[in-house]
């Protein structure tokens, strides 16, 4: 059994930073990618980011430039360090693990941003 757990959201002002941080736990055979998502109040779940366990990546049009994803395949973990933030950033973020016979996703991290 696999459990995707997601940490490092909080509250920050417009122009701030924060890093999310990923991990699968449980019985990984082989990582094939891992990726963020997040879900704003009354809007669909949409794509942030995501890398597969060779470094490959790919970013939303409205984070590039301002967020990276990065893959320690080691810890099963990545990471979305998050820079000029502003409140459209607010939603709940969700991490995907895809893996031999897995594709699991984590409860969420809140991020608010204020202006």
């Known amino acids: 059994q696999v459990r995707v757990v997601e940490s490092g959201g909080g509250l920050v002002q417009a122009g701030g930073s924060l890093r999310l941080t990923c991990t699968a736990f449980?019985?990984?055979?082989?990582?094939?990618?891992m990726g963020w998502y997040r879900q704003a109040p009354r809007k669909e779940r949409e794509l942030v980011a995501t890398?597969?366990?060779?470094?490959?990546?790919a970013y939303a049009d409205s984070v590039k430039g301002r967020f990276t994803i990065s893959i320690d395949n080691a810890k099963n973990t990545a990471y979305l360090e998050m820079n000029r933030l502003n409140p459209e950033d607010t939603a709940v973020y969700y991490c995907?693990?895809?893996?031999?016979?897995?594709?699991?996703w984590g409860q969420g991290t809140q991020v608010t941003v204020s202006s």
């Open positions: 890398i597969t366990s060779g470094g490959s990546t």
């Open positions: 995907n693990v895809v893996a031999t016979r897995t594709d699991k």
């Open positions: 449980g019985m990984i055979f082989r990582l094939d990618a």
